[in-house]
């Protein structure tokens, strides 16, 4: 069958670098998705895009349809006619499915007796009139975060749509779509001429015509390009720009043909806060730092330019006056922030409202404040970090009211501006770095005055806002709540920290009690929410989920305790002796399942051997256990109950327990009660799944 190539572009407005991954990723989408659907077959897939350009390329792609006879067998001839020869709503039915007329029905016979079927002979579609269809319905699903509509369409979309290219081979596929005509005309960089049409009159030129014009539509080739020309620039000298990554994949959608330039500021701005310069390169202006030497950051920077290269020079000189004014900014800030002293700030918390239920930022100050110092209390701080942390309490919001973060240019640097303005008026630097640390979740390393805080602060937010009844549902979660608790479930973890959850969530509420309608409203609410942030906790540490629910059934407030018992049954799971005492156990709870529990057992009762045996056992292990548990050595638990594995099994093989009498088999039925509550304390190995 005829094979052709095939080519669309979607011609833009310049479209924001974010917007750009998504659209692409649909229009791929949904070729794959439809030709797979027409049964056309075709050998590659490949894209195109810049900010003013989304393409597909498709190689080799069927030009036709295959023709196909469609075959189907309906109601038996009784059943599809009425006694005077109309058809029947069964047959209607079958037609309808089928897609056919009564014209198209033929009799069959079949072991079944005869019936109603049709025979239809379908020409395939053209490529053409398909792929018509499906450019429209391609643009068409294109959804931006952010669209506009512009002169009399109706269309909306994240830019105006300029033009369309369709070729099938050296064809042009004819369509039109919101009064733009397709052709083979594409546009070249606008450094050239604002108009700058190229026409492409075979597929296998677009690349190389676009490139003549100053536009890499490959935005691999264009990333490729932008890393070589960035190393480049450097291979002779000890400076070295500063990997961003991310910053890397936005300039990649943020030009046609890129050029990188280097540039500098005046070194006086070096003074400011790292970050800030950092930020202010990288956020506001997508430039790449330059580190010197030493390692430390340089005035100069690195910028990828969409402009004609010969005038590089030129393009230097512009971008050096924006970033000139962004960093005069930044520099007026810092200067009028730290002509006070940071602490001055905390009293102006009190004009920021946290939640207008809650009151201030400052009042929510004060109560995580009372949280760290309970905190500290709990895990036995040393003195001086109890100091470190509750001073950073109480410093930890005030960059919010800085200039630095209240114009909206910095508040990425939540935190950070803090530390670096804590510092600078003569804060000790373990307080400092509380300031920045108390945001973090516990994925860095975090020092133990900051975890501590950390903690405070999100457990106030998580009571404060499920307490005024803002519980996150499904994918609505505007105070990122499940974040803050995975944090505080972590940072524990990381530290572990002898902290049991419901206590601290008790002293919480406590403290809120007066900004609730009802003191404790919805505590069980926030109960339950950190009991699936463990369960989430123990599944990042690849826990098997059946392990995860044997240890559960035991108070989950002490998170450190939790994961012991977790880590030790995981590391037991597989052996085969541990396997045989899990379907012993399994045994033991089976048997008791629907019986009354009662612990005590009469000695003088006990009249065969084994169970003789496992009751004495059972008592010698429960003193050895109430020895070991307060240390928490959950191994060594688990291995004096693995061998006594062996005598459970014993006793079921020699003993009966359901037995005629009564009162014997109570008892024995109490032994059986005795030896499950003994292994609960460790896990509900009954939960464990396995093989046996």
């Known amino acids: 069958m005829d094979k052709k190539n095939f080519l669309f572009e979607l011609g833009v407005e310049e479209i924001p670098a974010a917007y750009i991954a998504g659209a692409i990723k649909t229009i791929k989408d949904h070729f794959e998705i439809n030709l797979k659907k027409a049964n056309l077959e075709y050998d590659e897939l490949q894209l195109f895009s810049s900010p003013r350009r989304f393409a597909i390329k498709i190689t080799s792609l069927q030009s036709q349809q295959k023709d196909e006879v469609i075959q189907r067998v309906g109601p038996t001839k009784e059943m599809a006619y009425t006694a005077d020869g109309k058809l029947t709503n069964a047959a209607l039915g079958f037609l309808r499915g089928a897609g056919a007329e009564e014209s198209d029905i033929i009799i069959k016979q079949t072991p079944k007796g005869d019936k109603i079927a049709i025979k239809k002979e379908i020409r395939g579609k053209s490529a053409t009139s398909i792929l018509v269809n499906l450019i429209k319905e391609a643009i068409n699903g294109i959804k931006f975060q952010k669209s506009m509509k512009w002169g009399s369409s109706k269309l909306s979309f994240a830019r105006p749509i300029r033009w369309i290219l369709a070729l099938f081979d050296d064809d042009i596929i004819e369509l039109e779509y919101e009064n733009i005509t ?33 536009v890499i539509p490959n935005r691999d080739k264009r990333k490729e390009i932008i890393k070589k020309q960035m190393g480049e620039l450097f291979i002779n000298s000890d400076e070295k720009v500063i990997e961003n990554n991310k910053l890397l994949e936005t300039v990649t959608d943020l030009v046609e043909f890129p050029t990188a330039v280097i540039a500098d500021f005046h070194e006086k701005y070096l003074k400011l806060p790292q970050k800030v310069v950092t930020l202010t390169l990288s956020e506001h202006q997508k430039y790449f730092s330059i580190n010197n030497k030493d390692g430390k950051l340089s005035n100069k920077f690195l910028f990828i330019s969409n402009g004609d290269p010969q005038f590089s020079s030129l393009i230097k000189l512009g971008n050096e006056k924006v970033i000139t004014a962004r960093l005069e900014d930044a520099e007026f800030f810092y200067k009028e922030d730290t002509a006070q002293p940071f602490e001055a700030f905390v009293p102006k918390l009190s004009e920021v409202t946290f939640q207008q239920k809650l009151g201030s930022v400052l009042e929510k100050t004060e109560r995580f404040k009372q949280i760290t110092r309970f905190i500290g209390d709990e895990v036995k701080l040393e003195e001086n970090i109890k100091k470190y942390s509750l001073d950073g309490a109480n410093l930890c919001k005030a960059d919010l009211v800085t200039l630095m973060l209240g114009e909206k240019e910095f508040t990425k640097l939540q935190g950070y501006i803090g530390h670096q303005y804590a510092l600078k008026s003569g804060v000790n630097k373990e307080t400092a770095l509380v300031i920045e640390e108390h945001y973090m979740n516990g994925d860095n390393a975090m020092s133990l005055a900051g975890s501590v805080v950390a903690i405070a602060d999100k457990i106030d937010t998580i009571c404060g806002i499920i307490g005024v009844d803002m519980i996150p549902t499904g994918s609505k979660d505007p105070f990122a709540l499940r974040r803050a608790a995975n944090g505080v479930v972590q940072i524990i973890s990381n530290n572990k920290f002898e902290l049991d959850i419901h206590k601290l969530i008790d002293v919480s509420f406590e403290l809120l009690k007066d900004r609730l309608d009802k003191p404790e409203n919805n505590k069980e609410v926030v109960y ?45 799971k597989k052996q085969e002796d541990f396997i045989k005492l899990v379907l012993g156990f399994k045994r033991v709870s089976n048997i008791i399942a629907d019986e009354k529990p009662t612990l005590i057992v009469n000695k003088e009762m006990l009249t065969e051997r084994m169970e003789q045996e496992l009751y004495a056992q059972y008592l010698e292990l429960d003193e050895e256990i109430k020895e070991l548990l307060p240390k928490k050595n959950y191994k060594k638990i688990l291995e004096i109950l693995v061998n006594y594995g062996s005598t459970i099994d014993k006793f079921f093989d020699e003993v009966l327990v359901n037995v005629e009498d009564v009162k014997i088999k109570q008892n024995r039925y109490n032994i059986l009660f005795c030896i499950r509550e003994l292994f609960l304390q460790v896990a509900d190995l009954s939960k464990l799944v396995v093989e046996g």
């Open 528 to 572: 339950d929410f950190f009991k699936q942030r463990v369960n989430w906790l123990l599944k990042q540490k690849q826990i098997d989920y059946d392990i995860i629910e044997s240890v559960m059934h035991i108070d989950h407030s002490n998170i450190p305790d939790l994961i012991n018992r977790a880590e030790a049954l995981q590391g037991l």
């Open 182 to 214: 397709s052709n083979n005309i594409t546009y070249g960089n606008r450094f050239q001429k604002l108009d700058n049409p190229i026409d492409i009159n075979s597929i296998d030129e677009y690349e190389r015509k676009l490139a003549d014009v100053f």
